[in-house]
């Protein structure tokens, strides 16, 4: 029988085995009896031209290593097409989590922690020129804009002044023409005529929250200590009442959430939230974020996707791994800034590319007034390119390389601080993994029963 590939992996699903290539992503289901022949170099014709193919018995010696050599050839290169916009480093909120920190938030180089106008026109036009420099077709694909902070609608004059200035500069940038708008907020500030204002400029709306409940929301509190939970439950009653389409939810998995699966699907089906992402912990020194947690959190999302895929919600960061898993394809990266793919302007027109490092000065490396910077051509964003799984040696025995994206460079740094960001969030390690059992177990017990059928 021919050598086995070094990104083979198997996988006991009680009758049966599946075998799974990391980067060819075709699972070979295998009796049990068939899988102990297998395994002591038995194999019929059939079974062994099915292995090939799928790469899981290789062609030849060298196969392997054109296997990654291919994959990282079609690996992402700097394409800017999503542009964050820190509207404002103030925030009304203190989330005792909150990665930028409300101490720290604006600290630096940074004078100005608000973004005027006149900034924001000219960083408009820093990413009209990025958009327009690259190999994509911008005027037939879909470039993003999405408006942080901070707390971003404390500058909602200037969230507004951006959203109508893309409409109008779509004539001379045709770049701009579809142009997603996106804004994520912790809610609070919204108002029936704001949310009627965002939704007639087209800009969507990402309400931040930890959990489904009053008490997992207990972190999330204004400058007073006073929680939050009821003003944000009071303005999806408010996009209910106006018949709008309801905000998406950016949820933060503290410990409680993870414990409380009910609330979340009462609540999503409550106000007809059809979108939604989830937020895993960044490492902390209480180790709020170790690998008890990391593997409860994991099976929260898996258990969520569950409870709802029925009723056509589901959840963005699991549907990254399922797209990649049903269609085969490399999910190269989790995070805009990874694949070099984003482009971050300070409220005083410094550019970045991490919403993540806001407060960190080694974060940007130019800004808007310079007209010859080109973020596809420069080393910065090259180096960002390179912080994926299918570049690092250390992922490629891992079985879930084809679907992970890798994590956050962020938290990476945080946990080896001595290596920077070049070293691996293991959050993504747990995640990947168990969404890639889940996965193959999921499409397993629906053969099984189609067969049965």
């Keep these: 029988m021919r050598a086995l590939s070094k990104f083979a992996h198997a996988f006991d699903l009680g009758e049966h085995v599946a075998l799974w290539h990391a980067l060819r992503m075709k699972p070979v289901f295998l009796e049990k009896s068939v899988y102990e022949q297998f395994r002591e170099g038995e194999c019929t014709e059939e079974l062994e031209t099915e292995l090939v193919e799928k790469k899981i018995l290789l062609s030849y010696e060298a196969e392997d290593d054109e296997v990654i050599a291919r994959a990282r050839k079609r690996a992402p290169k700097p394409d800017v097409n999503l542009a964050y916009f820190i509207l404002s480093e103030h925030c009304n909120l203190a989330c005792k989590y909150c990665f930028v920190g409300s101490d720290t938030c604006g600290q630096g180089n940074s004078a100005n922690k608000d973004m005027t106008s006149e900034v924001a026109e000219q960083a408009l036009l820093v990413f009209a020129r990025q958009l327009e420099h690259s190999e994509t077709d911008y005027t037939e694909y879909e470039p993003n804009i999405i408006f942080f902070g901070g707390e971003p609608l ?7 002044y951006v959203a109508r200035r893309v409409k109008e500069l779509s004539d001379e940038h045709p770049v701009f023409k579809n142009t997603n708008l996106a804004v994520i907020t912790n809610g609070t500030l919204l108002n029936e005529e704001r949310i009627l204002s965002l939704n007639s400029l087209g ?34 009653e408010t996009y209910k009442h106006l018949g709008v389409e309801p905000p998406s939810l950016s949820v933060t998995l503290t410990e409680h959430t993870i414990e409380d699966l009910s609330s979340m699907v009462k609540l999503i089906q409550r106000y007809g939230i059809r979108g939604f992402g989830y937020n895993v912990l960044l490492k902390r020194e209480d180790e709020m974020g170790g690998q008890e947690y990391y593997e409860a959190a994991s099976q929260f999302i898996i258990d969520s996707f569950l409870a709802l895929r029925e009723q056509g919600v589901y959840e963005d960061r699991i549907m990254r791994k399922l797209n990649a898993f049903a269609h085969s394809r490399i999910h190269f990266s989790d995070c805009g800034a990874t694949s070099g793919g984003q482009i971050l302007f300070s409220p005083d027109g410094r550019i970045g590319i991490c919403q993540g490092l806001m407060a960190d000065s080694e974060n940007y490396v130019t800004d808007i007034w310079d007209e ?21 040696d250390e992922c490629l025995s891992c079985e879930a390389l084809g679907i992970c994206g890798g994590g956050c460079p962020v938290n990476a740094r945080l946990v080896n601080p001595e290596r920077g960001l070049h070293c691996i969030d293991e959050r993504s ?10 996965l193959l177990r999921d499409l397993y017990a629906l053969i099984r029963s189609n067969t049965k059928a």
């Design 429 to 438: 390690c747990v995640h990947s993994k168990k969404t890639l059992e889940f």
């Design 203 to 236: 800009v969507a709306v990402s309400i931040s929250i930890d959990g489904f409940t009053e008490q997992a929301n207990s972190m999330r509190v204004d400058k007073t200590g006073k929680e939050t939970f009821e003003r944000v439950i009071s303005v999806l």
């Design 372 to 392: 010859s910077f080109l973020a596809n051509e420069h080393p910065f964003w090259k180096e960002w390119a390179s912080l994926i799984p299918i570049q690092s």
């Design 154 to 160: 404390l500058k909602f004059d200037v969230l507004e």
